[in-house]
């Protein structure tokens, strides 16, 4: 069974510094791992994602994440945060090749401060 | 190319009734789902469809029923609506890959349902 343990419930960074959302899962197999981010009021964005590829995923908006097998984590980050990037997000997880089935972690709400 | 069109986008309903929220994607892609998005909890699978004909059971099925007629078309009805189910809905879709992988899911912008 796959899930997704998202360390952190509320992230609050200044503009023009780093920020980090921490993610660990649990698969049974080799998983698929996304990101998605959700503003106020609106549908879920695909941030970016790991399929088995490069350990090392950037994404759209300045947005990457690693993929630590030995660690289960896959954590996201974004060198220098924008008041933009105030929202909600998600890890998502989904663990068997053939299954559409995805899991979400309980999401990180990220406040910038000016 | 719409994407993921789901109606209404909010919804008042008294408890007891019925309703269905509509869901269409014209991307032709064979999965769709059904979650409920409550604070502090995610998403949360409702129903989903591998295909035209073909639904089943997610994580929190009750109090929910849904068909699959055609690629396009996956509404989710409500049949004795309660409390516990004001939330906000969301409809997704996705597209197969074999062996390469889940594919990313594309989200309606949702329903905002309120149960009183």
């Known amino acids: 069974a796959q899930s997704v343990t998202q360390l952190d419930s509320h992230v609050s960074v200044s503009e023009g510094t780093p920020v980090l959302l921490r993610c660990n899962y649990s698969s049974s197999y080799s998983p698929s791992l996304f990101w998605y981010v959700q503003h106020p009021n609106k549908g879920l964005q695909l941030l970016l994602k790991?399929?088995?590829?490069?350990?090392l995923v950037k994404g759209i908006n300045g947005f990457e994440a690693e993929f630590k097998k030995s660690e289960t984590s896959f954590h996201l980050t974004k060198p220098s945060a924008h008041m933009s990037d105030a929202a909600e997000y998600f890890c998502?997880?989904?663990?068997?090749?053939?299954?559409?089935?995805?899991?979400f972690g309980a999401g990180t709400t990220v406040t910038v401060r000016a | 190319n719409a994407g993921v069109t789901q109606t209404p986008k909010f919804q008042v309903l008294k408890t007891g009734q019925s309703m269905t929220l509509q869901c269409a994607q014209d991307m032709n892609h064979e999965y769709m789902s059904w979650y409920r998005q409550d604070p502090g909890m995610g998403l949360r699978l409702i129903h989903y469809s591998v295909g035209a004909g073909i639904t089943d059971q997610g994580e929190v099925p009750n109090g929910y029923n849904v068909s699959r007629s055609t690629t396009e078309d996956f509404p989710l009805r409500l049949l004795s609506a309660a409390p516990s189910q004001t939330s906000v809905y969301f409809c997704?879709?996705?597209?197969?890959?074999?062996?390469?992988?889940?594919?990313?899911?594309?989200f309606g912008q949702g329903t905002r349902l309120t149960v009183v």
């Open positions: 997704a879709s996705s597209y197969s890959s074999t062996g390469r992988g889940a594919t990313e899911a594309f």
């Open positions: 998502v997880v989904s663990d068997s090749p053939n299954d559409y089935k995805l899991s």
């Open positions: 790991y399929t088995s590829a490069a350990t």
